[in-house]
T-cell receptor, first 112, second 111 residues
Framework: QQPVQSPQAVILREGEDAVINCSSS?????VHWYRQKHGEAPVFLMI?????EQKGHEKISASFNEKKQQSSLYLTASQLSYSGTYFC?????????????FGTGTRLQVTL | KAGVTQTPRYLIKTRGQQVTLSCSPI?????VSWYQQTPGQGLQFLFE???????NKGNFPGRFSGRQFSNSRSEMNVSTLELGDSALYLC??????????FGPGTRLTVL
């Protein structure tokens, strides 16, 4: 079953913060985050493993709440380059990272 | 290292025809996964090949098939095309665990 992402879309001014959530009805082994700019391929951001710590990537970080089967992606002091669609991909067991179930995406637009 | 390449980038076919898409993974990557991306359904997993064997399969009809060659290059075939097969087909390569590297995709339009 497809994880649910929220919000579906968000518009930010440069420098503002945003949180994107990804919730699953299934127990998860890991959550992967990707960003896709218009007309381009999805690009890997980070992986969060069950039992792992919060990860960070520049001003983008994420957490994984195993009890809630939910991951959140935090974008701080957003930049124009952060615009794109963010997807979470979920893995229900070890060894299935190449068979991700992706959420429907969150479209993020950063404006001046 | 060169990235994942996919050919062709664009295809226009008519209903009932068949099509073959190609994906060349990053050198050293033995896993190739295929995804279908549409505005309504998002990114949906088709299948994964690892060392020439199909290791995982998504919930797509048998019209969708694939294979992987000894050099890890992979092909995806769709037979008896339907209008609903119009989509961006993405392949992703990896080591079998962890992050995947996506190619630019093949945009298939079925008329």
């Amino acid at each position: 079953q497809q994880p649910v992402q929220s919000p579906q879309a968000v518009i930010l001014r440069e420098g503002e913060d945003a949180v994107i959530n990804c919730s699953s009805s299934k127990a998860l082994y890991s959550v992967h985050w990707y960003r896709q700019k218009h007309g381009e391929a999805p690009v890997f951001l980070m992986i969060l493993l069950k039992g792992g710590e919060q990860k960070g990537h520049e001003k983008i970080s994420a957490s994984f709440n195993e009890k809630k089967q939910q991951s959140s992606l935090y974008l701080t002091a957003s930049q124009l380059s952060y615009s794109g669609t963010y997807f979470c991909g979920t893995e229900i067991s070890s060894g299935t990272a190449s068979k991700l179930t992706f959420g429907t995406g969150t479209r993020l637009q950063v404006t001046l | 290292k060169a990235g994942v390449t996919q050919t062709p980038r664009y295809l226009i076919k008519t209903r009932g025809q068949q099509v073959t898409l190609s994906c060349s993974p990053i050198s050293g990557h033995r896993s190739v996964s295929w995804y279908q991306q549409t505005p309504g359904q998002g990114l949906q997993f088709l299948f994964e090949y690892f060392s020439e064997t199909q290791r995982n399969k998504g919930n797509f009809p048998g019209r969708f098939s694939g294979r992987q060659f000894s050099n890890s290059r992979s092909e995806m075939n769709v037979s008896t095309l339907e209008l609903g097969d119009s989509a961006l087909y993405l392949c992703a390569s990896g080591l079998g665990e962890g992050k995947q590297f996506f190619g630019p995709g093949t945009r298939l339009t079925v008329l």
